[in-house]
Nanobody
């Protein structure tokens, strides 16, 4: 288990931008794939984006492709999600998660172990 601390998010109008960050407070981070998921009220948790342990490969849900960008900074043990062109349907609690060691990005939540505490993103009309 890798303790993760999420930050960022907040409230923004539709069309605006926000970013969320996730940092590992301890443990080995650099060799693990990382992912972002989100859960809206009354809905299942869904995949948003993921990045390989090297940062060289990324994967996005169709709903966010072209609007969101995932990146990582291994020296800071951090992964980021830049969200542009936000829509009201992007409103959710956003979670980061640790994937497989030396892994490629995957969209299945069962491939992920440690999860952050979640950070709220709210997009208003």
């Amino acid at each position: 288990q890798v303790p993760l601390v999420s930050s960022g998010g907040g409230l923004v109008q539709a069309g605006g931008s926000l970013s969320v960050s996730c940092a590992a407070s301890q443990g080995i981070f650099n060799t693990y794939a990382m992912g972002w998921f989100r859960q809206a009220p009354g809905k299942e948790r869904e995949f948003v984006a993921a990045i390989s342990w090297t940062g060289g490969t990324t994967l996005y849900a169709d709903s966010v492709k072209g609007r969101f960008t995932i990146s990582r900074e291994n020296a800071k043990k951090a992964v980021y999600l830049q969200m542009n062109g936000l829509k009201t349907e992007d409103t959710a609690l956003y979670y980061c998660a640790v994937g497989r060691r030396f892994g490629m990005p995957t969209l299945s939540p069962v491939e992920y172990g440690s999860w952050g505490q979640g950070t709220q993103v709210t997009v208003s009309t």
